[in-house]
């Protein structure tokens, strides 16, 4: 498989054949982020998807999960992602799920016709970068839209069928807003009820912006156990119908698993224990955590 620049995807992707049909991010504007910054957005040509599919299908003709890359592939016309649906389901006989990113912005773009007829054509998977729910943080890392906003795109996908996975990043306040952060995330995640939720815990490139304002003494990150309090305040005041949660990424200092909100109390508990007895041992070390 041919890609352009570096290649990211959910953790619950590894499996997948990542297929990149769009290059970068639409939005490329986010404070905390340079995935997609050495690229200049663009949606590739059917004829490159054609050559990209048929690469794919020589490599692995019985795959059973595809991903749909880069940073917001949703932004695709809804048309050509049909086209790209039906093309990949009649040449991989086994293909049993299709996953994209979906920027907030390019999710609140499409209507929810287009939505349900993604559904419909064999598109399974959404994943949102929700970030944070505080207005403020969410304007100062430049994220692009509102929490409302951001409570309106999620609840679209959810509407349509589509699955959706949310993402939240711990420590995105920095000390400051930490305890806000927690509270209004946990308020727009309840809203949105996504059946999927991870927590990164927030790591940044020397070349991100956000990271500049830490040089400037402007930010201040999280130690690993202001991290984990904040969230446990978080999933404290989560309230989710059926979800299921992950903070197993390897930015994570505590890998954690759980469904919500079955297993909050333990989840608590066992951030209480770690946190009381700053217990280091079961925290992964610096230099294991990883983007």
Not at 30 to 40: N, Q, R, V, W
Not at 82 to 104: A, S
Request: hydrophobic fraction near 40%; charged fraction near 25%; glycine fraction near 6%.
């Amino acid at each position: 498989m041919f890609y352009e620049g570096k290649i990211f995807r959910p953790p619950s992707e590894a499996k997948s054949i990542i297929l990149q049909i769009t290059v970068g991010c639409q939005h490329n504007a986010c404070t905390f982020c340079t995935m997609y910054k050495d690229k200049s957005f663009r949606i590739k040509s059917r004829e490159e998807i054609n050559d990209i599919i048929s690469i794919a299908h020589a490599q692995d003709s019985d795959a059973e999960r595809i991903f749909l890359a880069d940073g917001d592939a949703i932004a695709v016309d809804t048309l050509l992602l049909i086209e790209i649906l039906d093309q990949l389901y009649k040449k991989f006989p086994h293909l049993q799920r299709v996953g994209i990113y979906g920027g907030p912005k390019d999710i609140l773009a499409k209507s929810p016709e287009e939505l349900a007829d993604l559904k419909a054509h064999g598109l399974n998977i959404v994943y949102l970068g929700v970030e944070s729910g505080n207005e403020s943080i969410l304007k100062s890392v430049c994220k692009g839209v509102t929490a409302d906003q951001m409570i309106s795109a999620g609840q679209k996908v959810k509407a349509s069928g589509l699955t959706l996975s949310c993402t939240v990043i711990i420590g995105l306040g920095g000390k400051a807003r930490s305890h806000e952060h927690a509270v209004d995330t946990a308020r727009v995640i309840s809203e949105i009820d996504p059946q999927y939720l991870g927590a990164l815990t927030l790591m940044l490139d020397r070349e991100a912006p956000l990271a500049k304002a830490i040089k400037e003494g402007t930010f201040q990150q999280l130690n690993p156990f202001e991290s984990l309090t904040e969230l446990r305040t978080l999933l404290e005041a989560l309230n989710v119908s059926h979800c299921v949660f992950r903070s197993n990424h390897a930015s994570n200092y505590l890998p954690l698993r759980a469904t919500l909100p079955e297993d909050r109390n333990d989840l608590l508990q066992t951030l209480d224990s770690v946190i009381k007895n700053q217990t280091t041992e079961r925290l992964r070390p610096e230099y294991w955590r990883g983007f």
